[in-house]
């Protein structure tokens, strides 16, 4: 079964702090992604990447960075967390396919920033 | 530019059929998609179409592709409280990224 984890199913922190959310998966998989979930706006892409050490901006990158030196791990930081970046992170990973290339989803991250 | 839309709430009874709907704007999509999300879950992929293909039927789930309307159906047959989720539509974006409508709410009561 492919497995992405996440490091925390909930974090608190406050405003102005630097954090860090981490996504592994274990299938080897090419591409991974984080996005943001919110009530209302449904999925939005923060950022993905397609390989080590590359990275694309997505939909909402303002705000976030993104690090990827292993192929199984895709770290999202923000660099300086403010209220509006409470919500609910998913990372997802797929394999390099060009046909229906399908999303494996994490449990998710609910991230309150006070 | 690309969007997916969604009706955002679907009540039905238990055993009767559910049908959520979907428009897409993307008409060079290759493949279009259903997500479920559970309460405190991430998403699973439930089916995907190939565009070129009508319907496609998967035990007690049918997706309906209109490429002309760029209009995407699931029909959920005898619908169960477990089917109680989230479903999100979905069409191949830039690359290997997804672009997700905002999901459909089904609330099945018993």
């Known amino acids: 079964d492919v497995k992405v984890t996440q490091s925390s199913r909930y974090l608190v922190k406050r405003t102005g702090e630097k954090v860090f959310l981490e996504c592994v998966q274990d299938?080897?998989?090419?591409?991974m992604f984080w996005y943001r979930q919110d009530p209302g706006l449904g999925l939005r892409l923060i950022y993905f990447?397609?390989?080590?050490?590359?990275?694309e901006k997505g939909d909402i990158p303002e705000g976030y960075s993104v690090s990827r030196e292993k192929k199984e791990r895709f770290s999202l930081i923000l660099e300086s967390a403010s209220t509006n970046q409470t919500s609910m992170y998913l990372c997802?990973?797929?394999?390099?396919?060009?046909?229906?290339?399908?999303?494996?989803f994490g449990p998710g991250t609910r991230l309150t920033v006070l | 530019g690309e969007d997916v839309e969604q009706s955002l709430f679907l009540s039905v009874r238990e055993g009767d059929s559910s049908v959520i709907n979907c428009t897409y704007t993307?008409?060079?999509?290759?493949?279009l998609y259903w997500y479920k999300q559970e309460p405190g879950a991430g998403l699973q992929l439930l089916t995907y179409?190939?565009?070129?293909?009508d319907m496609k039927q998967d035990q007690r789930l049918t997706v309906l592709l209109n490429k002309k309307d760029k209009h995407l159906s699931l029909c959920i047959a005898d619908t169960q409280t477990g089917d109680s989720a989230i479903y999100f539509c979905?069409?191949?974006?830039?690359?290997?990224?997804?672009?997700f409508g905002k999901g459909t709410t089904l609330s099945v009561s018993s």
């Open positions: 997802a990973s797929s394999p390099y396919s060009m046909v229906a290339p399908e999303q494996f």
């Open positions: 299938m080897d998989h090419e591409n």
């Open positions: 990447s397609y390989d080590v050490k590359m990275k």
């Open positions: 993307d008409s060079s999509s290759t493949y």
């Open positions: 179409i190939f565009s070129n293909m």
């Open positions: 979905a069409e191949t974006g830039a690359g290997t990224a997804l672009i």
